[in-house]
């Protein structure tokens, strides 16, 4: 074959490649959830409190997040397992350490995020459904009265983004912590928003009776793939977790799905 015509074959395959990606893409956003420029500044928030269940997490919410720090507003990040009995996707240390590991892990990813208050409990990995409920609701009510947030992030309690029993859990908790907190607050400004999986990825994932389970978001917002990759970089013990999960690479799922969605209680 004549360079010419293997040049000309090879942009054809280019044209189709890139058609075929901005076709999924429309796809997948074929929805009426509104595309806002920032959920803080949607909401108002000038302080926003993510509360979470493991190690990694944080990744649901990297374009709140950057978005706060872009804007100057000040996030905590509390995550209330240390994410002790996780598979680790690749092994890079004996599982008896991957407590440590993972801690350590979700701290640079909050730096990295631009996290200026964090903090990760010592509470075992897959049992906070076991826990008293009353005592994991003080605790994160403790921290919203000290931290004081305007918006409060957290996973929907029916389903917890993945039908995770701690992320349903901690969901939970931080719904019934949050009442108590907006009462003693006396503001009606404070608002509660919960990470949601988009209706037809949870099709595709096979999942759903899941979309049963949670409601229709509110608002959604770009994420940078970028920074999606990196903090998959820094949580080297879970780093193939979403190439496990959804069968993609994260460089190409997050190109596909550069969207973060938020269901905003009361919106």
Not at 227 to 246: E, M
Request: net charge neutral; with cysteine.
């Amino acid at each position: 074959m004549k360079p010419k015509r293997i040049a000309v074959f090879l942009l054809i395959v280019l044209l189709i490649v890139i058609a075929a990606f901005q076709g999924i893409k429309l796809y997948l956003f074929a929805d009426d959830v509104p595309l806002v420029n920032s959920l803080t500044k949607e909401t108002g928030a000038q302080t926003i409190m993510l509360v979470f269940a493991h190690p990694d997490d944080e990744s649901y919410t990297t374009g709140l997040l950057m978005d706060a720090e872009n804007e100057g507003i000040e996030s905590a990040l509390l995550t209330f397992t240390p994410g002790d009995a996780g598979e680790q996707q690749p092994q890079v240390c004996r599982q008896q350490f991957l407590g440590d590991i993972r801690k350590a892990e979700a701290l640079k990813s909050g730096f990295m995020l631009g996290v200026d208050y964090q903090k990760v409990f010592d509470f075992g990995d897959g049992t906070l459904s076991q826990l008293d409920m009353d005592t994991l609701i003080d605790m994160v009510q403790a921290e919203l009265i000290r931290f004081k947030p305007d918006l409060v992030v957290t996973f929907w309690p029916e389903s917890g983004m993945t039908m995770h029993d701690d992320h349903r859990t901690i969901g939970k908790a931080t719904q019934l912590a949050f009442q108590k907190y907006r009462e003693i607050s006396g503001s009606k400004k404070v608002q509660i928003a919960y990470t949601i999986m988009p209706e037809k990825v949870v099709s595709l994932l096979g999942h759903d009776t899941m979309n049963e389970l949670q409601p229709k978001a509110t608002f959604s917002v770009k994420a940078k793939a970028r920074v999606k990759t990196r903090l998959w970089k820094i949580h080297a013990s879970q780093q193939q977790f979403v190439k496990n999960y959804t069968g993609l690479p994260a460089w190409l799922l997050y190109r596909l799905l550069n969207r973060e969605y938020y269901y905003v209680e009361g919106q």
